[in-house]
């Protein structure tokens, strides 16, 4: 990958800290509190890490914008 490739988009670590972060919070407050059953509140868990990667990708994109 040359530095081009990588200007736009965020960095592997962001986006792996992205999903950890998102499953292990979502997952458990969806289990224990919303009283969802674990294979839902896993479900949902990765749905929420699918959002955060998103999110951390639309906002690396949008801080690079300005430097241009």
């Known amino acids: 990958m040359t530095d081009s490739d990588d200007s736009g988009g965020a960095s592997l670590a962001s ?3 992205a999903v950890v972060s998102a499953f292990l919070v979502v997952t458990p407050v969806s289990a224990l509190l919303l ?3 674990w ?3 896993v479900l949902i868990g990765g749905f929420g890490s699918v ?4 999110s951390a990708t ?3 994109r949008r ?3 300005g430097d241009d």
């Open 39 to 41: 294979t839902q509140a």
């Open 63 to 65: 801080a690079g914008d």
């Open 58 to 60: 639309v906002t690396a």
């Open 15 to 17: 986006l792996l800290g």
């Open 51 to 54: 959002v955060a990667v998103a």
């Open 35 to 37: 009283g969802f059953n």
